[in-house]
């Protein structure tokens, strides 16, 4: 399982996601950054910056 929380790079954000798949949890990241925080342009830095904060989680049993 695999998860990421928005405010470990957008300060204040509670918003987070949880994915079995990786590409799930960035699709649904580079969604929410559109959405949510206005960003037009998903430059390749966004998706480093992204990837390098989704962490592997336990599943819940």
């Known amino acids: 399982m695999k998860e990421f ?3 470990s790079l957008v300060p204040g ?3 987070h996601t949880r994915h079995q798949d990786e590409a799930e949890v960035m699709r649904r990241a580079v969604e929410h950054m559109r959405e949510t925080h206005g960003e037009t342009t998903i430059r390749e830095t966004m998706v480093e910056a992204i ?3 989704v962490e592997k989680v336990r599943d819940a049993a």
């Open 13 to 15: 954000c509670d918003w």
């Open 5 to 7: 929380h928005c405010g």
């Open 51 to 53: 990837r390098s904060r």
